[in-house]
């Protein structure tokens, strides 16, 4: 079955526009890098993207690979606490540690010897894409859907054919063309269809961030030969804990009308609370009515889950709130299972 890609090759402006879906993630690109003696970043960006090379040969140009972080999310985080981010912190935010999606770091970066692509092909689009706007090409990769397997950050929506082409550790969209030809019919949407190797003839078309071909044919091809990629290290993932709420543990005299909110220590995976939160009356004197009905509000600027009733709490009734298992962070650790109890007043 196919994977998600262990490293995404992409370009400085993609990474600025969506930090949240490279956060975390190994990454290649080729950029320009300026050093001064204090720091190393990525040169002429909207945003600073700053370097903290785990080994440099010297080289001022070639592919440059690391690990890709927004700093405003990190900052409680104890896998970087042998980081000193203090001279990039005072050159871009007087020594305050920035908000989210302000400035950004690769971590343990190298640059690696590889001169430009000669031929034009997925993994070279994904990196120069500017080089090959409006060129006519032809390009081979592994259909992967409508971006099932998350290669790129965000949709396309200019055709209901959109399907993403990708190869090694770079993906394109494709547009305006159906994947159908003699003796294949594949259906974007379905993941039973994803992993053939198609070739593909169109347009390329850059607007800012996003690239993609303008299909014009599409025909089934054999996979070919393909050197196999080292194995790329990836930091283990962030395990998310509760550590705030309100109303607080064994609270008494909490308002029937009350709002509850609890704070992650993590960015958390929204979708994953869908099904996984139970809330009930409980205690000996526990009524013999429904469960309270509500609704669930994951708002990612604080980290916090916001919990309303559709109505009143019983009065002097004791409620726990279950989070259970399978409730994740972005980055894939797993809550463990938790809950809160607390009594409400008259």
């Known amino acids: 079955m196919a994977q998600p890609p262990s490293r995404f090759a992409t370009t400085a402006e993609a990474l600025i526009t969506s930090p949240l879906f490279f956060h975390g993630k190994q990454v290649v690109l080729r950029h320009a890098v300026a050093t001064t003696p204090k720091v ?18 010297g080289r001022s140009d070639g592919e440059i690979r690391g690990e890709f972080w927004d700093l405003g999310r990190i900052q409680d985080d104890s896998r970087f606490s042998t980081i000193d981010f203090t001279p990039i912190l005072e050159e871009a935010s007087n020594g305050r540690w920035p908000g989210r999606d302000q400035v950004f770091v690769l971590i343990g970066a190298t640059i ?21 706007d409006t060129r006519h090409l032809t390009l081979n990769g592994r ?8 290669d790129l950050p965000q949709g396309l929506g200019k055709s209901r054919w959109d399907f993403v082409l990708q190869s090694a550790d770079g993906a394109v969209w494709v547009s305006g063309l159906r994947p159908r030809g003699r003796d294949f019919d594949l259906d974007p949407a379905a993941r039973v269809d994803t992993g053939r190797w198609l070739e593909v003839t169109g347009t390329v078309h850059v607007e800012g961030p996003t690239v993609w071909i303008a299909g014009e044919s599409v025909r089934q091809m054999a996979a070919p030969t393909e050197p196999v990629e080292v194995p790329v290290p990836v930091t283990p993932a962030p395990i998310p804990t509760v550590i705030f709420t309100a109303p607080v543990q064994d609270d008494t005299d909490v308002s029937i009308n009350a709002v509850v909110r609890v704070q992650f220590s993590w960015d958390m995976d929204a979708k994953s609370f869908h099904d ?54 972005a980055g894939g650790g797993h809550l463990a299972p938790w809950s809160l109890t607390f009594t409400t007043g008259g």
């Not at 259909?143 to 998350?150: C, E, I, S, T």
């Not at 996984?276 to 009905?293: K, N």
């Open 276 to 329: 996984r939160v139970r809330i009930h009356y409980s205690g000996r004197s526990a009524p013999t009515v429904p469960p309270p009905t509500y609704t669930l509000n994951y708002q990612d600027a604080t980290r916090s889950l916001e919990i309303k009733f559709k109505g009143p709490l019983e009065r002097f009734q004791m409620i726990t709130i279950e989070l259970q298992e399978g409730i994740v962070a």
């Open 112 to 132: 690696v010897d590889a001169p430009p692509p000669a031929a034009p092909s997925v993994r070279a689009l994904s990196l120069m894409p500017q080089q090959y």
């Open 143 to 150: 259909f992967r859907g409508r971006n099932l397997y998350g």
């Open 40 to 57: 190393t970043r990525l040169e002429g960006t909207a945003k600073p993207v700053y370097i903290f090379w785990r080994e440099r040969s």
